[in-house]
């Protein structure tokens, strides 16, 4: 007698469609290209539906290396970074680089898992709970939503892309059940229910149609009101933020419009050329810089915080604005704060500077900008210190002899001295972590994601201290043969915090930790290494190493007198 073996009538058929597999649609659907994340037990049926998709996954090794990475691959090239992550320690412990983020108005869209819908926030000790983990999260995003149900996946998704292109960007963080994941969303709306709907707006990578959500456009009036306020000023100042990071050639004739000194912050660096004659660079925080804004009559900011991290970066409180302020923001918020506006706009940067050259057209100013500038970059120069030009030599060196090259630095001194007198050749070519929430171990992950967003070359500036957050990320650009050059900047130990400590009287304790022996470290990551000890020696290595199939370490000591003579012949604004 034969005996058939049946299958219980009870057990659940696989949906034809779970809501882990409608998620990645959408994402395609929005143009998402690039999800960094680690798989965990709670998260693998968000992979399901990759493989149907044009979404490329990238596995870093620790949830703080996906979201500096996330972080760079956005900063790069302008398209979202978005992350798959784990319930529980995943989120703890990518919380660092969402922080970072915020700061820095960087969109970002973090995926997660939660406990099962009847488990969250029971307290019972399930694998990976936390008490409230969207309260947590919440604190350190624009939004943190919870999808209890399948239908609700295309609205939260929409909401969240609607924050990234209509208002200020940061990151937002949408969690999931585990058994929402697996769900069935066959009767959930989709994608191609879309695809010809909205047909006046534009298409993306994909061929697809997609409702664009736009930043408001500036009060015809205001723009007014603030040319009719130019026509009393006699001294006036233009400060670029990062918010304008997108503008066109329009910010460049603006400042040639008002005839005006302009300041860039660290993230609005390559909005004006170099040697642009009405360009100051990033130099606000210095005595110099300084002095022309304070002088000021009428100062135009457009897309900044107007913050410390970008105005007082020796945090002595000296920056001051005395003339009439004007700010141009897409954050009604940030419009009041830290100096309130005389005149407050409500918009994005690129129609508002349109709009005031539009308005400006064919009007001869002439505020002898010029010569005041002049005078100002020659104080500057006076002021530079040995260490400061040879490291500005350095970065400058790497920048005419790279074409295109990114460089994308951690908490590190070649760093601070270039967010003042390095000189960008184009927008989103240099950014840092020393900005905002101001984070060690940033340089290396997002310089991975910045070099898989952009297709450039990218340099990452890193101290021997700072590497070791997250050296194991080298590994990933070992695996995805990435030519990436770490520039790594040793001074054995945290020296700029040593450098405060010996300056306050301090006693020198947890600064002068033991550096590692960093070749056969890289070695062992799949990296090459090089002592680099000569100038002539740095440019034959990048003609042979930017073009390799490996990330390579370049390790300079702070002490070198290579960089002290490289510095003799270094000019600012060039």
Same mark, same amino acid.
């Not at 007014?224 to 006699?234: C, G, Q």
């Given at each position: 007698?034969?005996?058939?073996?049946?299958?219980?009538?009870?057990?659940?058929?696989?949906?034809?469609?779970?809501?882990?597999?409608?998620?990645?649609?959408?994402?395609?659907?929005?143009?998402?290209?690039?999800?960094?994340?680690?798989?965990?037990?709670?998260?693998?049926?968000?992979?399901?539906?990759?493989?149907?998709?044009?979404?490329?996954?990238?596995?870093?090794?620790?949830?703080?290396?996906?979201?500096?990475?996330?972080?760079?691959?956005?900063?790069?090239?302008?398209?979202?970074?978005?992350?798959?992550?784990?319930?529980?320690?995943?989120?703890?412990?990518?919380?660092?680089?969402?922080?970072?983020?915020?700061?820095?108005?960087?969109?970002?869209?973090?995926?997660?898992?939660?406990?099962?819908?009847?488990?969250?926030?029971?307290?019972?000790?399930?694998?990976?709970?936390?008490?409230?983990?969207?309260?947590?999260?919440?604190?350190?995003?624009?939004?943190?939503?919870?999808?209890?149900?399948?239908?609700?996946?295309?609205?939260?998704?929409?909401?969240?892309?609607?924050?990234?292109?209509?208002?200020?960007?940061?990151?937002?963080?949408?969690?999931?059940?585990?058994?929402?994941?697996?769900?069935?969303?066959?009767?959930?709306?989709?994608?191609?229910?879309?695809?010809?709907?909205?047909?006046?707006?534009?298409?993306?990578?994909?061929?697809?149609?997609?409702?664009?959500?736009?930043?408001?456009?500036?009060?015809?009036?205001?723009?007014?009101?603030?040319?009719?306020?130019?026509?009393?000023?006699?001294?006036?100042?233009?400060?670029?933020?990062?918010?304008?990071?997108?503008?066109?050639?329009?910010?460049?004739?603006?400042?040639?419009?008002?005839?005006?000194?302009?300041?860039?912050?660290?993230?609005?660096?390559?909005?004006?050329?170099?040697?642009?004659?009405?360009?100051?660079?990033?130099?606000?925080?210095?005595?110099?810089?300084?002095?022309?804004?304070?002088?000021?009559?009428?100062?135009? +900011? /457009? @897309?900044?915080?107007?913050?410390?991290?970008?105005?007082? =970066?020796?945090?002595? !409180?000296?920056?001051? %604005?005395?003339? $009439?302020?004007?700010?141009?923001?897409?954050?009604?918020?940030?419009?009041?704060?830290?100096?309130?506006?005389?005149?407050?706009?409500?918009?994005?940067?690129?129609?508002?500077?349109?709009?005031?050259?539009?308005?400006?057209?064919?009007?001869?100013?002439?505020?002898?900008?010029?010569?005041?500038?002049?005078?100002?970059?020659?104080?500057?120069?006076?002021?530079?210190?040995?260490?400061?030009?040879?490291?500005?030599?350095?970065?400058?060196?790497?920048?005419?002899?790279?074409?295109?090259?990114?460089?994308?630095?951690?908490?590190?001194?070649?760093?601070?001295?270039?967010?003042?007198?390095?000189?960008?050749?184009?927008?989103?070519?240099?950014?840092?972590?020393?900005?905002?929430?101001?984070?060690?171990?940033?340089?290396?992950?997002? +310089? /991975? @994601?910045?070099?898989?967003?952009?297709?450039?070359?990218? =340099?990452?500036?890193? !101290?021997?201290?700072? %590497?070791?957050? $997250?050296?194991?990320?080298?590994?990933?650009?070992?695996?995805?043969?990435?030519?990436?050059?770490?520039?790594?900047?040793?001074?054995?130990?945290?020296?700029?915090?040593?450098?405060?400590?010996?300056?306050?009287?301090?006693?020198?304790?947890?600064?002068?930790?033991?550096?590692?022996?960093?070749?056969?470290?890289?070695?062992?990551?799949?990296?090459?290494?090089?002592?680099?000890?000569?100038?002539?020696?740095?440019?034959?290595?990048?003609?042979?190493?930017?073009?390799?199939?490996?990330?390579?370490?370049?390790?300079?000591?702070?002490?070198?007198?290579?960089?002290?003579?490289?510095?003799?012949?270094?000019?600012?604004?060039?």
């Amino acid at each position: 007698m034969t005996q058939t073996l049946q299958t219980s009538s009870s057990a659940p058929a696989k949906p034809s469609l779970t809501c882990g597999e409608l998620l990645v649609q959408w994402l395609e659907y929005y143009g998402v290209e690039t999800v960094f994340g680690i798989p965990g037990v709670h998260t693998v049926e968000l992979y399901r539906g990759l493989p149907n998709t044009n979404i490329r996954h990238v596995t870093p090794r620790h949830e703080q290396g996906a979201g500096f990475m996330a972080d760079g691959y956005y900063r790069a090239s302008g398209k979202v970074g978005v992350c798959f992550i784990i319930t529980g320690p995943g989120m703890t412990n990518i919380m660092t680089a969402m922080a970072q983020a915020l700061a820095d108005s960087i969109p970002m869209l973090v995926i997660s898992s939660v406990n099962k819908v009847a488990d969250t926030g029971s307290g019972e000790g399930h694998l990976h709970e936390l008490h409230d983990q969207q309260g947590m999260v919440s604190k350190v995003t624009l939004m943190s939503k919870t999808i209890w149900q399948p239908e609700s996946l295309p609205k939260v998704i929409a909401e969240a892309f609607a924050l990234f292109n209509g208002a200020r960007p940061g990151p937002v963080h949408i969690q999931l059940p585990i058994d929402v994941i697996t769900a069935d969303a066959s009767h959930v709306a989709k994608p191609s229910n879309y695809l010809n709907k909205f047909v006046k707006n534009s298409t993306d990578a994909h061929g697809l149609t997609l409702p664009q959500v736009m930043r408001p456009l500036p009060n015809p009036a205001q723009l007014d009101l603030i040319v009719e306020s130019l026509k009393a000023a006699k001294n006036p100042v233009i400060l670029y933020g990062g918010g304008c990071v997108d503008v066109d050639h329009d910010a460049q004739k603006l400042a040639e419009l008002i005839d005006a000194p302009t300041f860039l912050t660290i993230n609005a660096k390559g909005l004006l050329p170099p040697s642009h004659p009405l360009s100051l660079g990033s130099n606000q925080s210095l005595e110099a810089g300084r002095a022309v804004i304070s002088e000021a009559d009428w100062v135009l +900011a /457009i @897309g900044t915080e107007l913050s410390e991290t970008d105005y007082d =970066v020796f945090f002595n !409180g000296e920056f001051k %604005i005395n003339g $009439t302020l004007i700010r141009i923001d897409c954050d009604a918020q940030q419009l009041q704060r830290p100096f309130r506006a005389d005149i407050a706009v409500l918009s994005d940067a690129q129609m508002a500077v349109s709009g005031l050259c539009s308005r400006l057209k064919g009007q001869v100013l002439n505020h002898q900008a010029v010569s005041r500038v002049n005078e100002a970059k020659q104080a500057l120069l006076a002021g530079m210190t040995p260490d400061f030009a040879g490291q500005n030599a350095l970065l400058q060196l790497i920048r005419d002899e790279v074409k295109d090259v990114i460089f994308v630095g951690d908490s590190t001194q070649p760093v601070y001295s270039g967010n003042l007198g390095f000189e960008a050749l184009a927008t989103r070519r240099w950014f840092n972590s020393s900005t905002g929430f101001g984070t060690l171990g940033y340089g290396l992950p997002a +310089a /991975i @994601g910045a070099m898989i967003g952009s297709n450039s070359a990218v =340099v990452s500036l890193i !101290g021997d201290g700072g %590497i070791q957050f $997250t050296i194991a990320e080298l590994i990933c650009a070992a695996e995805l043969e990435l030519p990436l050059i770490v520039l790594l900047w040793n001074n054995q130990g945290y020296g700029e915090i040593r450098r405060y400590m010996e300056e306050g009287g301090l006693p020198l304790i947890g600064v002068n930790i033991k550096t590692p022996n960093f070749e056969p470290l890289a070695a062992g990551f799949g990296a090459g290494y090089r002592r680099i000890t000569a100038k002539q020696q740095l440019l034959d290595a990048l003609k042979e190493d930017i073009k390799g199939k490996q990330p390579i370490i370049y390790e300079v000591d702070e002490a070198d007198d290579f960089l002290i003579e490289m510095g003799k012949t270094f000019t600012c604004f060039s």
